[in-house]
């Protein structure tokens, strides 16, 4: 009963995403909203703003630098953590 | 682990195969403003020549990094991006706003100069964190 359920809510949230994804905007449409926003002054300044002629590069370590900064963090906080882990399991098992 | 010496044919060809890791991975992070490459994936070929050391010599190689260097570099590397934000709010900008720094008259040069500095510092923490990790993971010999 439970695993019927299970399939019928999954079937139920397939028909559900499907639905919703017809309005998505068709892909490279110059008037869907991501495009329209900050993506032309991304195209037509970033070489001329920030010097890095790679527009990934420009938005990931200029307008977004502080996204990347997080991103670094959470590499560095893994390091830790698994040092941490992985140290004092090591030391445990010595005693 | 075994304690045995490696083999002389593996010992030779990783000998011969680190400098060109080491360059591909400056190349990867210096040019990441014109071509695709940056930080992460320059940190990540570093990480993987220091490994590819520790895999064919001894688990102590006499080169290479060890654990304790590594996680000096994986503090480094996150301390030098931070500080880099810290240092563009010293001048008097937003946090991480290169433009402010005083390394040259053009902005955007100014900018490339600021990216590039915490893209090493990016490829410093990565590079460290593998290394501390796979280190970890091999387990105390």
Request: proline fraction near 5%; aromatic fraction near 10%; include cysteine.
């Amino acid at each position: 009963m439970t695993r019927k359920l299970g399939y019928l809510s999954l079937v139920l949230l397939a028909a559900l995403f499907i639905y919703v994804s017809l309005d998505l905007p068709p892909t490279g449409d110059p008037h869907s909203p991501p495009a329209t926003h900050v993506s032309p002054r991304y195209i037509e300044k970033a070489y001329k703003e920030t010097g890095a002629a790679n527009m990934v590069t420009a938005v990931l370590a200029d307008y977004r630098g502080y996204d990347t900064l997080g991103e670094t963090v959470v590499v560095f906080t893994a390091g830790v953590a698994t040092l941490l882990l992985l140290e004092g399991a090591f030391k445990f098992k010595k005693r | 682990m075994n304690k045995s010496r490696p083999t002389t044919i593996l010992d030779t060809c990783v000998r011969l195969i680190i400098p060109f890791y080491l360059v591909y991975a400056i190349y990867v992070l210096v040019h990441g403003h014109y071509s695709p490459g940056g930080g992460f994936q320059a940190g990540v070929v570093l990480a993987v020549s220091v490994i590819l050391v520790q895999l064919v010599q001894d688990p102590n190689p006499r080169w290479g990094l060890g654990r304790d260097a590594a996680v000096v570099f994986a503090c480094l590397g996150t301390f030098m991006y931070a500080g880099i934000g810290l240092l563009t709010m010293a001048w008097g900008g937003n946090m991480l706003d290169y433009g402010v720094l005083p390394l040259g008259e053009v902005e955007a040069e100014v900018r490339a100069l600021g990216t590039l500095g915490i893209e090493i510092g990016v490829t410093m923490a990565v590079m460290g964190v593998f290394v501390v990790i796979f280190n970890l993971l091999r387990g105390e010999e």
